[in-house]
């Protein structure tokens, strides 16, 4: 059996281009067999996956259909931050989360990751897991999503 290739283009801004062979598209099964070999502990129900790493919960929510897809861990209540700490997320947002965010839902404030399924590779899939459980680990301290910054002004 023959893959598919997809053949995504990626401009540098020094002006070279660079062309990426990706393998198939990452369906919600791939998706949910990486995430499952990075989790403690792991409970699927339908377009829902619950799991542990490293004693951060993360939800993965997926929608196939509109080819998109989350990754979510509850950081706190939207009570609780003051505006300074909100304002300090925001700013990571754009400096120290790289690709996760604080982001809220209901009344929780989320470290998050959303991102279109079918063209996410598997490693892009375990940076983004690590990413949002650092940024969930260090809401309130450095609101780091790993060890790289954006350069711009601290907290």
Avoid: W
């Avoid at 801004?13 to 198939?24: F, N, P, R, S, V």
């Avoid at 377009?47 to 950081?75: K, W």
């Avoid at 400096?95 to 279109?116: C, K, N, S, V």
Wanted: aromatic share 6%; glycine share 10%; with cysteine.
């Amino acid at each position: 059996m023959m893959a598919t290739l997809r053949l995504t283009a990626l401009l540098f801004l020094g002006g070279g281009l660079m062309i990426e062979a990706y393998g198939a598209p990452m369906t919600q099964e791939r998706l949910h067999g990486t995430l499952e070999a990075l989790a403690d502990h792991v409970e699927i129900q339908g377009n829902m996956l619950r799991m542990e790493v490293d004693g951060t919960p993360v939800i993965c929510l997926t929608d196939p259909q509109a080819d998109r897809m989350r990754l979510i861990s509850p950081v706190r209540d939207v009570e609780g931050p003051d505006a300074q700490e909100m304002l300090a997320a925001l700013k990571a947002n754009f400096h120290t989360t790289l690709d996760a965010r604080y982001a809220i839902g209901g009344d929780t404030l989320y470290a998050a990751f959303i991102h279109p399924l079918s063209p996410l590779t598997a490693d892009q899939v375990r940076s983004a897991v690590h990413q949002v459980v650092e940024a969930a680990r260090n809401f309130g301290t450095t609101f780091s999503s790993g060890d790289m910054v954006f350069p711009g002004d601290g907290y």
